[in-house]
């Protein structure tokens, strides 16, 4: 989608650092971390948001969270633990309208969260 940038991202028309991508799905390194570990996997294709999953996108979050714990073993978290988020709209600080799980690790991890 014009003037996304994770759709940029995705591709390959702006910078990111890549950590895990495959077709359908990209993982890159938050430009601003909160955590050690802060990941964001993406779909390619561009989504709004969780809200805006379609019974036929089911393998693509299937897909979503496998990456994510692929990018968890890879960056060392998987056994210690991690947690994945994703905000949906205003209330949840959603600022980027582009489906993005977070992967937070190598942290001890608050709750309930800000
Ligand atoms: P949200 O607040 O929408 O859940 O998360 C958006 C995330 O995207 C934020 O953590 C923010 O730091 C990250 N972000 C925003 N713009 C860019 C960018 O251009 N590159 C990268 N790598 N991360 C971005
Ligand atoms: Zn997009």
Redesign the pocket.
Known sequence: MKGC??C??AEGR????IVLEDPEVVA???????APV?V?VIPRRHIGSAADLTEADDPLWGRMLRTARSVAEQEGVADRGYRL???IGRE??????HL?L?LLGGRRMTWPPG
């Open positions: 940038v994770f940029d991202i702006a910078p990111a650092t890159f390194r938050d430009l601003n971390p909160q802060h964001l988020v994703t905000n949840s600080g959603q600022t980027v309208e993005h977070h």
